[in-house]
C-alpha cells in the first residue's frame, strides 16, 4: 500500500467543499459512479440514514451532503422533510435526481434542524467544490463535533486509488460511532461488489471499534466508485480493508477525552466469532479503559473481560500479554500469563508499558486457530466533562 496526499480528492472524480457557521457545518461532495453503503443497527435511527438507504437502492450515488450540529433523529415527519429538502439542495446544484444524492447529519439528538442555516451554508460551500488536499480537509472539518483532529488517509495500490474521511470521537459503538465515513475509489465495480466490499471491510474495522459503549443513531458509512481506473476485485478489497482500518485507528486515538490508545490481539479462538467477541469485551470494558488510563497492570481484568465475553475460553488455557514502546522509544514485550499460570516478577515491565500511550493487548485463548483485532481507548476524566456538557 502506498501513502498518498489529497484525502478523498486524490481520488480521479471527487470534488469536495465544506464550510463552518458556529456549531453548525456543511459538507459537499461530488463523485459520480456505483456506490454503496452500511448504516446503524440501532432502532432509534436518524431520517438521514433512511433518505440515504432509499436512495442507494439505485446502486448509483451523484453526491453526499452533510451537517454537523444536529442530528436530526428522532424529529418525526419534519426530520425526513428536512433531510429530503437537503439532498434536493444539492441535485439541484448538480442538476442530477435527488435519488442519486446521500445525506448524513450528526450532533445533538431530537432537536430541529435550522434550514435557513443549512440554506445560508450551502450558498457558501457550492462555490467552493475543487479536487485539491485542502478540499478534503475542510470537508471533513465541516463535520466535526467533539473531534479534535482530522481524520482522513489517501492510498494507491495496485492502480487503484481508495480514500477516506471520518468523523467520530464519542459515542463510538458501531455495529453495521456517532460517526459518519465516506468512502471514495476510482475502480470500476458494480454496486454489489463494493457492498459485498464494505461489509467485509467494516467488519475487520469499525465494527471492531469502541469508545464508549454507545452506539449512535447516525452511524454511515458509504463508498463510492468512479470507475477511472481497472482493477481485481481481491487487491480493492485489500486496500478497502486496509482504509477502514487505518479510520478505526484514528477515531480510537481521538476518543473522547482519551489520552492512550489501545489495540486487543486475539488469537487462538475457536471461531472468529469468539475472537471478536472477547477482542470487544476487553476494547469495550470500562474496568480495562480505566486501568489503561492509570498505567496500572491490573491484567485481572483482562482475564474478566474475556470470561463474560460470551466467547468460548478455558482460563487453564489462556495466555495473555502486553507489547508498547519506553519513553526512549524502544519495543517493549512481556508476559503476563502463560497457559493459565501467572508470570512473576513481571508487573514493573507491564507497568513500563502501561506508561505508554500506545499499547497491545495480546491474549491467545488457546482452543482453536481463529483471530481478531479490536480497536480502543482509554477512559479519563475528560471524558466525562465533555459528555456532562455536552448541550449546555
Same mark, same amino acid.
Given at each position: 500500500?502506498?501513502?498518498i496526499?489529497?484525502?478523498?480528492?486524490?481520488v480521479a472524480?471527487?470534488r469536495?467543499a465544506g464550510v463552518?457557521?458556529?456549531?453548525y457545518?456543511?459538507?459537499?461532495?461530488?463523485?459520480?459512479?456505483a456506490?454503496?453503503?452500511?448504516?446503524?443497527?440501532?432502532?432509534?435511527?436518524a431520517a438521514p440514514l433512511?433518505?440515504?438507504a432509499?436512495?442507494?437502492?439505485?446502486g448509483?450515488?451523484?453526491g453526499?451532503?452533510?451537517?454537523s450540529?444536529?442530528?436530526?433523529?428522532? %424529529?418525526?415527519?419534519r426530520?425526513r422533510?428536512?433531510?429530503?429538502?437537503? %439532498?434536493?439542495l444539492l441535485?439541484g446544484f448538480? +442538476?442530477?435526481?435527488e435519488?442519486?444524492?446521500?445525506?448524513a447529519?450528526?450532533?445533538?439528538i431530537g432537536?430541529y434542524m435550522?434550514?435557513?442555516i443549512?440554506?445560508?451554508?450551502?450558498?457558501?460551500? +457550492?462555490?467552493?467544490?475543487?479536487?485539491?488536499?485542502?478540499?478534503?480537509?475542510?470537508a471533513?472539518?465541516?463535520?466535526?463535533?467533539?473531534?479534535?483532529? %482530522?481524520?482522513?488517509?489517501?492510498i494507491?495500490h495496485r492502480g487503484?486509488?481508495?480514500?477516506?474521511?471520518?468523523k467520530?470521537?464519542?459515542?463510538?459503538e458501531p455495529?453495521?460511532?456517532?460517526?459518519?465515513?465516506?468512502l471514495?475509489?476510482?475502480?470500476?465495480?458494480?454496486a454489489?461488489?463494493?457492498?459485498?466490499s464494505?461489509?467485509?471491510?467494516?467488519?475487520?474495522?469499525?465494527?471492531m471499534l469502541?469508545?464508549?459503549g454507545?452506539?449512535s443513531?447516525n452511524?454511515?458509512?458509504?463508498l463510492?466508485?468512479?470507475?477511472?481506473?481497472?482493477?481485481?476485485?481481491e487487491?480493492?478489497?485489500?486496500?478497502?480493508?486496509f482504509?477502514?482500518?487505518?479510520?478505526a485507528?484514528q477515531?480510537?486515538?481521538?476518543?473522547e477525552g482519551?489520552?492512550?490508545?489501545?489495540?486487543?490481539v486475539?488469537t487462538?479462538?475457536?471461531s472468529?466469532?469468539?475472537?471478536?467477541l472477547a477482542?470487544?469485551?476487553?476494547?469495550?470494558?470500562s474496568?480495562? +479503559?480505566?486501568?489503561?488510563?492509570?498505567?496500572?497492570?491490573n491484567?485481572?481484568r483482562?482475564?474478566?473481560?474475556?470470561?463474560y465475553?460470551?466467547?468460548?475460553m478455558?482460563?487453564?488455557?489462556? %495466555?495473555?500479554?502486553?507489547?508498547?514502546?519506553?519513553?526512549a522509544g524502544s519495543?517493549?514485550?512481556v508476559s503476563?500469563v502463560?497457559?493459565?499460570h501467572?508470570?512473576?516478577?513481571v508487573?514493573?515491565?507491564?507497568?513500563e508499558i502501561?506508561?505508554?500511550d500506545s499499547?497491545?493487548?495480546?491474549i491467545?485463548?488457546g482452543l482453536?486457530?481463529?483471530?481478531?483485532?479490536g480497536?480502543?481507548?482509554?477512559?479519563t476524566?475528560?471524558y466525562?466533562?465533555?459528555n456532562?456538557?455536552?448541550?449546555?
Open positions: 500500500m502506498q501513502r496526499d489529497g484525502g478523498i480528492c486524490a472524480g471527487v469536495a463552518r457557521q458556529g456549531k457545518g456543511l459538507t459537499l461532495i461530488e463523485a459520480s459512479g456506490a454503496a453503503g452500511m448504516f446503524t443497527t440501532n432502532k432509534v435511527r433512511d433518505i440515504t432509499e436512495h442507494l437502492a439505485g448509483h450515488l451523484d453526499v451532503i452533510a451537517n450540529g444536529c442530528a436530526n433523529a428522532y %424529529t418525526g415527519p426530520g422533510e428536512d433531510a429530503l429538502a437537503m %439532498t434536493q441535485a448538480l +442538476k442530477t435526481d435519488k442519486k444524492i446521500a445525506v447529519s450528526t450532533g445533538v432537536r435550522d434550514m435557513e443549512i440554506a445560508r451554508l450551502f450558498d457558501e460551500a +457550492k462555490t467552493h467544490l475543487r479536487s485539491d488536499g485542502e478540499a478534503s480537509l475542510e471533513e472539518r465541516a463535520i466535526m463535533t467533539t473531534d479534535t483532529r %482530522t481524520k482522513e488517509v489517501a494507491e487503484m486509488r481508495v480514500a477516506g474521511i471520518v467520530g470521537s464519542g459515542m463510538i455495529n453495521m460511532a456517532t460517526m459518519l465515513c465516506f471514495y475509489t476510482d475502480a470500476d465495480f458494480p454489489q461488489v463494493l457492498q459485498d464494505l461489509k467485509d471491510a467494516v467488519k475487520e474495522s469499525f465494527n469502541t469508545v464508549d454507545d452506539t443513531t452511524d454511515t458509512v458509504l463510492t466508485a468512479t470507475g477511472k481506473a481497472k482493477g481485481i476485485v487487491d480493492f478489497r485489500e486496500a478497502l480493508r482504509v477502514c482500518v487505518d479510520l485507528r477515531m480510537a486515538r481521538d476518543g482519551a489520552s492512550k490508545y489501545f489495540e486487543t486475539v487462538g479462538a475457536r472468529e466469532l469468539d475472537a471478536r477482542a470487544k469485551a476487553v476494547a469495550r470494558s474496568l480495562v +479503559k480505566t486501568a489503561v488510563y492509570g498505567a496500572d497492570p491484567w485481572g483482562i482475564i474478566c473481560a474475556v470470561g465475553s460470551g466467547a468460548e478455558d482460563p487453564e488455557k489462556i %495466555t495473555l500479554g502486553l507489547e508498547g514502546e519506553s519513553p519495543s517493549l514485550k503476563l502463560e497457559k493459565g501467572i508470570v512473576d516478577g508487573l514493573d515491565q507491564a507497568r502501561m506508561r505508554g499499547i497491545i493487548i495480546n491467545d485463548l482453536g486457530n481463529a483471530g481478531a483485532r480497536f480502543g481507548c482509554d477512559l476524566h475528560e466525562v466533562n465533555v456532562a456538557n455536552y448541550t449546555t
